[in-house]
């Protein structure tokens, strides 16, 4: 399955249409994602069940895991029924939302198939605002609270009661949790990257126009179900633990928050104890943990754009470089030791031609695109016809 294709949507549904549930309950969903990182909007693994044939990007990770939950929350509400329903079912919800709006443009483009207009409104959904420069080389930043979308279909799905007032008071809280943990740091001047983040998450609170002064307590009583507020505790428990310590002042906050939710100390130090464990194993791979400067950040951006536009498009680029034996040779020679300046004008000049037979690698034409060269070049042992690289061992 390829979320960044067209189908990938019809795709699921026929993988999980041909699988037993791998979930019994909500619960059960829920440890699964936030074991995956969805909960704290970082997206690190799917579930086993999805065949995938690539790597794929944190965008691609999100969009699968939003289908994942949406849909077994349809089960669990609904039953197991007909995939088309759930699809209709999910696209009406959105709409109902007034958010992700699709455009005359892209429904002319992709067609008028519910299926194909939901891959557009996920993809909306999985973004924060940004130009398509900045997607193109993976510079935008992914939604950080796009499990609120799940508990709000849940809401939705259920009929009991506004579902755009009550994702706005599911934001609010939300925020107010973040605020109001940080701030129970003596200091918190690192953690205050996680707030930016969910501050432009907000799909239906104004960051600016929102109240910090505590009031939000008096609503955890009588408007949240139990799930939500698992989730208020475990967005707690991720401002506490970004810092990878706890103070006498947080731990205040922490265990008198879990009270108000209805949680005993066993229970809130068990989530504490899974934050603390996720960080541990996870925190390289959690971007906005790690101090990079700007370039650093770009470069990585393109390299994993670039990486996953070349791994997608490996059989036709085996097939043009299969018909080029010198560039082959040439190429093999450059992952062992490096080539002559003409030897490297020759390869860069013979690559761009083949890159402008496949229009997904367009972007290797636009100016100052021979700089990514080298990604493509590190690529290479995995590209190369079996012919040229006698000592490649298949992996199982």
Not at 91 to 102: D, H
Not at 374 to 380: A, N, S
Request: charged content about 25%; proline content about 2%.
């Amino acid at each position: 399955m390829n979320p960044s294709a067209s189908g990938w949507i019809n795709k699921f549904g026929h993988l999980v249409n041909n699988e037993s549930s791998p979930y019994g309950s909500f619960d059960s969903l829920y440890k699964d994602l936030k074991a995956h990182g969805f909960i704290y909007g970082v997206h690190l693994n799917i579930p086993p069940f999805i065949e995938v044939e690539h790597t794929l990007s944190e965008d691609e990770i999100a969009k699968i895991n939003l289908l994942t939950a949406l849909y077994f929350t349809y089960t669990f509400e609904k039953g197991k029924t007909d995939f088309t329903q759930f699809v209709d079912t999910v696209f009406a919800y959105y709409q109902s939302l007034e958010v992700g709006r699709i455009s005359f443009l892209n429904k002319i483009l992709t067609g008028s198939k519910t299926e194909s207009q939901l891959e557009k409104l996920i993809d909306s959904r999985i973004y924060l605002s940004g130009n398509t420069f900045n997607r193109t080389f993976g510079n935008s930043l992914t939604n950080s609270l796009l499990y609120v979308d799940v508990l709000i279909f849940m809401t939705y799905l259920q009929g009991k009661m506004d579902v755009k007032q009550h994702g706005q008071l599911l934001e609010y809280v939300t925020i107010n949790i973040a605020y109001h943990a940080l701030n129970s740091k003596e200091e918190h001047e690192t953690d205050a990257k996680l707030i930016q983040l969910l501050g432009s998450s907000l799909s239906f609170v104004d960051l600016d126009k929102a109240k910090f002064d505590g009031s939000y307590l008096d609503l955890l009583d009588q408007n949240f179900n139990s799930f939500e507020k698992d989730y208020f505790l475990d967005m707690a428990c991720l401002t506490i633990w970004e810092d990878k310590s706890v103070d006498y002042t947080e731990s205040d906050y922490i265990f008198g928050l879990g009270k108000d939710l209805g949680k005993s100390e066993k229970e809130v130090r068990a989530e504490l104890d899974f934050v603390m464990d996720f960080f541990e194993k996870n925190r390289e791979k959690i971007a906005y943990l790690n101090d990079k400067n700007l370039a650093v950040q770009f470069y990585e951006g393109m390299s994993k754009n670039v990486s996953k536009l070349i791994l997608r498009n490996s059989k036709r680029l085996k097939k043009e470089l299969a018909e080029s034996r010198e560039l082959v040779a040439l190429l093999s020679k450059s992952t062992v030791k490096d080539l002559s300046a003409e030897e490297k004008k020759k390869v860069q000049n013979q690559l761009l031609d083949i890159f402008k037979s496949i229009p997904s690698l367009a972007i290797f034409m636009l100016p100052g695109g021979a700089v990514l060269l080298p990604i493509f070049i590190k690529l290479i042992p995995k590209l190369l016809p079996s012919a040229f690289d006698d000592n490649r061992i298949e992996k199982n």
